[in-house]
Structure formats: structure tokens, C-alpha cells
């Protein structure tokens, strides 16, 4: 009986399945957003900020501490979906892995 890891074509499938699947997982972004849309960013799993966006109704509240929260509320909640999507996604390869054998 042979092995599938002591075959080289399953081991090379196997690196390129999981270099693929990195790709795919470092390509997730995710949107978050608080104060009713006053203050919103985007980011991609690999930490860069894609989008920022802060309304001139939340520059007008006068007040550097509620802006300050809007903001790390929004990063919250864009960490929250981020890691939401990855885990959907890990499923998603999951079982396309699985399948694939």
C-alpha cells in the first residue's frame, strides 16, 4: 500500500494548496464603521488601512475624546468582520481541501 505522504506529487499539491491558500486568507478585507456612519475604515488582514473615512458631522462634534472613540470603535468593528471573514473563508478551504482529495 503506498503512502499519500511518501508521494512527491501529493507533497508539491499539498505546498501549492496551502501557498494558496495564504494568498487567499492575506487577500480578506473587512469594512467597520461607528456613530451611525460617521466614522468608517477598511482593512486588509494583513493590517493595511485600505480606507478611511471620518464625516464632517463627526469633525463637528467638537469634542477630541468622542472622536477618539468613534474611531476606535470603528477599528473595532472592522477587526470584528475582519476575523468573521477569515474564519468563513478558512472553512471555505477547509472543505475545497478536503474535497480535493
Given at each position: 500500500m503506498?503512502?499519500?505522504?511518501?508521494?512527491p506529487n501529493?507533497?508539491?499539491?499539498?505546498r501549492?494548496?496551502?501557498?494558496n491558500a495564504?494568498?487567499?486568507?492575506d487577500?480578506?478585507?473587512a469594512?467597520?464603521a461607528?456613530?451611525?456612519?460617521m466614522?468608517?475604515?477598511?482593512?486588509?488582514?494583513?493590517?493595511?488601512v485600505?480606507?478611511?473615512?471620518i464625516?464632517?458631522?463627526?469633525?463637528?462634534?467638537?469634542?477630541?475624546?468622542?472622536?477618539t472613540?468613534?474611531i476606535?470603535a470603528?477599528i473595532?468593528?472592522a477587526m470584528?468582520?475582519?476575523?468573521a471573514a477569515?474564519?468563513?473563508?478558512?472553512?471555505e478551504?477547509?472543505v475545497?481541501?478536503?474535497?480535493a482529495f
Amino acid at each position: 500500500m503506498k503512502l499519500p505522504f511518501f508521494d512527491p506529487n501529493f507533497a508539491n499539491k499539498l505546498r501549492e494548496m496551502a501557498e494558496n491558500a495564504q494568498k487567499e486568507l492575506d487577500s480578506i478585507s473587512a469594512s467597520g464603521a461607528s456613530g451611525g456612519d460617521m466614522v468608517s475604515i477598511t482593512i486588509r488582514a494583513n493590517g493595511e488601512v485600505v480606507d478611511f473615512n471620518i464625516s464632517d458631522e463627526a469633525y463637528n462634534l467638537g469634542s477630541k475624546e468622542i472622536l477618539t472613540t468613534l474611531i476606535k470603535a470603528a477599528i473595532t468593528d472592522a477587526m470584528k468582520n475582519l476575523a468573521a471573514a477569515k474564519k468563513e473563508k478558512e472553512i471555505e478551504l477547509a472543505v475545497n481541501a478536503k474535497d480535493a482529495f
